[in-house]
């Protein structure tokens, strides 16, 4: 469980040190990013309209997926799937975060990407991989066997 957890620990980091470091190029190197700007509004607002509907829907899916019925008895019973639909629920936050950075960028500081990439990066807040996390998503509900379970995997962390 412990290899698992630092595997979708290292994607999570990823995605945020890729944000980071589109921002940092952009903002402290001065690159000239803006290559969608002259391509008119309509593109735009289509571009704009696609990046909402898919950040704002996948946010609560990523958020609720390892609580789907199918997903959570599969985890339950195999816990190395975590991996699996960890990776899963990480990208559904990771890409948006990105492109949605990027399209920040290349439309000329258009504000509605920026706000999308700052909702989305709140969010990943709540999928962050830790030991309890992992823990707690491959058990069916916190009782003391996950408390059990919980206390076995630090024992087995520290051996």
Request: hydrophobic share 50%.
């Amino acid at each position: 469980m412990n290899k698992v957890k630092n595997i979708l620990l290292v994607i999570y980091l990823f995605f945020l040190f890729t944000a980071g470091s589109v921002y940092v190029s952009a903002e402290f190197f001065d690159a000239d990013m803006a290559v969608l700007v002259a391509t008119g509004s309509t593109i735009n607002y289509i571009v704009q309209m696609v990046m909402i509907l898919v950040t704002l829907g996948q946010i609560p899916l990523a958020l609720r997926l390892l609580k789907t019925e199918n997903i959570h008895r599969e985890l339950v019973r195999e816990p190395m799937m975590l991996l699996k639909w960890g990776i899963v629920r990480i990208m559904l936050l990771g890409a948006p975060l990105v492109i949605n950075t990027l399209l920040y960028y290349f439309f000329g500081f258009e504000p509605a990407f920026g706000y999308l990439a700052v909702i989305t990066l709140l969010s990943m807040v709540f999928i962050l991989p830790t030991t309890n996390r992992c823990v707690a998503e491959t058990t069916d509900e916190p009782t003391e066997d996950s408390e059990q379970k919980r206390e076995a995997f630090n024992e087995e962390e520290q051996a």
